[in-house]
């Protein structure tokens, strides 16, 4: 059944012969930040993040201790080694359906970017990657050199010829569905804070 | 300097025979000479947006047959200047001379700007004026940079009237909205027509203007009649008249 | 959904929309609001129209090679794992999910918006064969709850306010009577979700970009429902239309770059999740709709409304969308981009919507791939009046009107007579129920003369002919 339904809508298209086109080039110049930093502290902080710079984990862990929403939570994950008081061991976890009690979570990124407060996050040695959405608060650690311009720079990064999971998350998770009123905290995480380690 | 004609669109000829002679002044005072071909009706504009192209299409072959050996066409309106230049194509596929010659066929702001190359036209007009943007000249002739698109600023329609000694302008909150006419849009859908033309009105009002002005009669026409009915102390003026008046001595 | 039968004019319920001054014009700012943000985004790149273009220039190359795309995408996604659905229209779309589902002995599924699940209208099928669909977007879930269709793409509830979703949820969820702040609404509908999404046994997703050369997808949302719903239990269905691939992984560049300023002025969605095959353990299913897109692929007239990604920025800046609301289109998809989808999948009964415009050409301007809206809109009302759907009374006044602009003597006549009759007819004769002009505007005063004779007259004096 299905397979015919292919053939009926492959052959649908190509009924209509139209004429090969060419790809465009990617030629354009993008707007490249003189201090990417900067533009994606402003950036994350519009859209609802903060932006600590940390030079060692422990100035992470410093800022950390400060705040009730870590000081308070109860049950704390972390993929970044060296982080206190994480007592939630992911791996330990046979069902993510486990991880909703999670207030906290510490995660590793792999870059920013500037243009648009983004960072990029795999399931690569994450067991269950529900951790990025189901935590009530996340903290993530990317290396401060690690900060792009923009969305072409970051695409020349990424490859996906295995199977894998991938995001750009920005910020934490909001809504504006009821009147236009902007709510942080809508499904996922309440609250984003990234540490700029380095 | 060229020799030019004119097309007057019909509602202007029937309605706003003033508009029509105070084109006419612009050109003449700028030493263009200036012919009106009296066989001319209307360029099919209503019709074609009904969606009834053949009784469109013997308006476009008249009007191609009325002004193509003219050097240039010039008309105080974006909208049915952009009738003839973006939407006359389909009626003449088989006239390989209709092409270059849509390209003579101006809005008389552009024809100002781009042909004549007037940069300050000189004259007075002492008055706050809001400028409203016709959406045919600004969004398919782009007479001036739409509020939608990235890039550099111009506005051929402002640009003429800034030249003025006297003149200030309006801001307005929403600088280039449509005003709601939109040719049998305004009967057909009349519960919206006037609610935008309403509301067009109302930003001018609180930006203080004391007259509207527009390089197309028709939406003028629209909010003179929201306008009237309401007894609100705005005038509407063709862009035309402004220029007429400031140039006459 | 209207029928030809029904005789649907959109222009009925905009006026019943414009009726209720204050909502229309609380409607038009919230969306005005919406186009602002969005201005600002454009504005923040120097390259923003070399973005559209390219955009543009990567669908269309997308459209033409559709077939090739397609299978390159089903191989792709294939060797990830995935499996892949083709489905030629809403039934069977309808049926394929309905198998998975049941397939799993699945009684609970949490949906993220799609709209191509709202176009199949997957949600009544489901719930008659007995699966509860939950839809997890905020938006999406108030408009579930009234039991009515979303009024707009990406803002499925802005026609609602925030004291009638506070009765909303009062009766559906306990909350306090009365409350209506939107932070505690969606705080209360978060944790009532929470519940749906540690039940449900499926995730069901749309798909806003599918990479032909890799095989993968790409889902954008802010809430993260998306995430949690597909995340947690092991069955993941994504639907698409057909015409969401694009070519390469380094064309998600340009689009997710231009995608949430258009929508929403945001300068990414929170989330842009890309999956590339099942999660260890998991299954994945890919449905490929046709649903009607190869007939619009095979006009050449509106082929390039395949370009859209269904960011609604056309809706936002659409001044007769602002003013009449989303339902009044009765359309899944409403507004400038809906009133070329819905002709071509009905055009007897949609045959207003075309007419819904006043030709501004605003949608063009803001449209991420520049889709030529109003001019395609245009070209509706061409093939309208040719079918014969247009009404016989516009069809006439239209055929009369040329033949009387076709004879410059009788047009000034006509012209000289009309000018009369307005100067001196009693003013009940003009201002009537037949006049729609004159229900709220005057008409012009009319001049004793015409331009022409003015002219004339001019041309005498200074002694030309």
Redesign the interface.
């Known amino acids: 059944m299905s397979s015919s339904s292919k053939d009926q809508i492959l052959a649908a298209i190509r009924r209509q012969q139209l004429p090969p086109r060419e790809l465009p080039p990617l030629d354009f110049a993008p707007l490249v930040y003189d201090d990417p930093q900067q533009h994606y502290t402003e950036t994350l902080t519009g859209i609802g993040g903060r932006v600590v710079v940390a030079n060692s984990i422990e100035d992470v862990q410093r800022d950390l201790d400060q705040h009730d929403l870590y000081v308070e939570a109860r049950q704390i994950c972390s993929l970044v080694p060296g982080i206190a008081r994480a007592n939630v061991d992911l791996d330990a976890l046979d069902d993510p359906h486990q991880a909703e009690t999670i207030e906290f979570a510490v995660l590793p990124a792999k870059f920013a970017v500037a243009e648009n407060g983004a960072l990029w996050v795999t399931d690569e040695n994450v067991k269950h990657r529900v951790i990025y959405f189901i935590c009530q608060h996340l903290a993530f650690v990317v290396p401060r050199d690690q900060i792009l311009s923009n969305m072409h720079q970051a695409y020349e990064r990424l490859s996906f010829d295995s199977p894998g999971f991938g995001a750009f998350i920005a910020g934490p998770s909001k809504t504006a569905d009821i009147e236009q009123s902007l709510v942080i905290g809508a499904h996922g995480p309440k609250s984003t804070v990234v540490y700029l380690l380095g | 300097m060229p020799r030019v004609g004119l097309f007057i669109p019909c509602y202007i000829d029937q309605f706003y025979p003033q508009v029509g002679l105070a084109t006419v002044t612009v050109l003449e005072r700028l030493g263009v000479e200036v012919d009106y071909p009296t066989a001319q009706t209307c360029c099919g504009q209503p019709m074609a947006n009904t969606g009834c192209t053949d009784q469109a299409a013997p308006l476009a072959h008249r009007f191609f047959e009325i002004f193509r050996d003219y050097e240039y066409v010039v008309c105080p309106s974006g909208s049915c200047t952009s009738m003839v230049r973006t939407h006359y194509d389909d009626y003449f596929q088989s006239e390989p001379a209709f092409e270059p010659f849509k390209h003579r066929v101006f809005e008389l702001c552009e024809f100002l700007v781009d042909v004549l190359k007037i940069d300050q036209l000189g004259g007075k007009f002492p008055h706050k004026v809001g400028l409203h943007n016709s959406c045919h000249g600004l969004r398919e002739l782009r007479l001036g940079k739409g509020s939608e698109t990235v890039g550099p600023a111009y506005n051929k329609s402002r640009q003429l009237l800034a030249g003025l000694n006297g003149i200030s302008f309006a801001e307005l909150s929403r600088v280039d909205e449509c005003c709601g006419f939109g040719g049998t849009f305004a009967v057909n859908e009349e519960a919206v027509s006037c609610m935008m033309g309403l509301d067009r009105v109302a930003d001018h009002e609180t930006a203080g203007s004391e007259i509207i002005t527009a390089s197309d009669m028709s939406c003028l026409m629209h909010l003179e009649g929201l306008i009237r009915r309401q007894k609100k102390p705005l005038r509407v003026m063709h862009i035309a008249e402004i220029l007429a008046e400031a140039m006459t001595p | 959904m209207p029928t030809a039968t029904e005789k649907f004019n ?2 009925d319920d ?2 019943a929309f ?2 209720n ?1 204050a909502r ?1 014009k609380w409607h ?1 700012q ?1 969306l ?3 186009r602002q943000k969005r ?1 600002r985004m ?2 923040s ?7 559209r ?2 955009a543009s ?2 669908k ?2 997308t ?5 090739e795309l ?2 390159q995408f ?1 191989r792709q996604a294939t060797k ?2 995935a499996h892949v ?4 229209d809403a039934a ?1 779309h309808n049926e ?1 999910v309905l198998g998975i589902l049941q397939q799993h002995g699945v009684k609970k599924a949490a949906k993220s918006k799609s709209m191509l699940t709202e176009e199949c209208h997957l949600n009544p099928f489901l719930n008659r064969h007995g699966i509860d669909v939950v839809d ?4 999406e879930w ?1 408009v579930q709850l009234r039991n009515e269709p979303p009024s707009h793409i990406v ?4 026609h ?3 004291e009638e ?1 506070g009765e909303l949820f009062h009766e559906k969820i306990g909350t306090e009577k009365g409350a209506s702040d ?2 505690y ?3 209360a509908a ?1 944790r009532k ?2 519940e749906t ?2 039940e449900a046994e499926a995730g069901i997703t749309g798909v806003n970009f599918a ?1 032909a050369e ?1 095989g ?1 997808f790409v889902v954008c949302t ?4 998306a ?2 719903g597909v ?2 239990p092991k069955l993941h269905i994504a639907c698409l239309g ?1 015409e969401k691939l694009i ?4 064309h ?3 689009f ?2 231009l995608l ?1 300023r258009s929508a ?1 002025g ?14 260890p353990g998991g299954e994945l299913h890919i449905v ?1 709709v ?1 649903n009607g897109r ?1 007939d619009i ?2 006009s050449d007239e509106f082929r390039r409304s395949l370009n859209c990604i269904r960011c609604g920025a056309c809706m936002n ?1 659409c ?2 969308y602002r ?2 609301g989303g339902h009044s289109y009765q359309s899944t998809i409403p507004g400038p981009i809906g009133s070329i989808l819905a002709p071509s999948r009905d055009a007897e009964t949609y045959y207003s919507l ?9 949608c ?3 449209c991420p791939v520049k889709i030529d809206i109003h001019h395609q809109l ?1 070209t ?7 079918r014969g759907y ?1 009404p016989w009374s ?2 006439l006044s ?2 009369m ?2 033949l009387v ?2 004879r ?1 003597w009788l ?1 000034r006549l006509a ?1 000289s007579l ?2 009369f009759a307005l100067r001196w007819s009693p003013r009940f004769m003009i201002y009537n129920g037949l006049n ?2 004159g ?9 004793k ?8 007259q ?1 041309q005498a004096k200074n002694g030309k002919s």
């Open positions: 959109h222009a905009a006026t414009v009726a001054h229309a038009d919230a005005w609001f919406v201005d454009a504005n790149l120097p390259e923003w129209e070399a973005l273009e390219t220039s990567i269309a190359y459209i033409a090679h559709l077939a397609l299978e089903e990830l794992g659905h083709f489905a030629k069977e394929i997890t977007d905020l938006g108030i803002l499925p509830a802005i609602i306010k925030r979703v939107p932070t609404l969606a705080r978060r979700l929470r999404f540690m990479v890799t993968g802010n809430e993260g429902n995430d949690l995340s947690l057909i070519p390469q992984a380094k998600l560049a340009v997710l770059r949430a929403t945001q300068p990414i969605t929170t989330y842009s999740s890309h999956f590339h095959g099942p999660r490929l046709d190869t692929l095979r800046t001044p007769v003013r009449s075309p007419y819904a415009c006043s030709l501004c050409g605003s063009d301007d803001v245009l509706w009302r061409r093939e309208i009046a040719v247009l516009k069809r239209m055929r009107m040329s602009l076709r410059p047009y012209g009309g000018r729609a002009w229900k709220q505007r005057e008409l012009p005063l009319a001049p003369q015409s331009f022409r004779a003015l002219y004339r001019r």
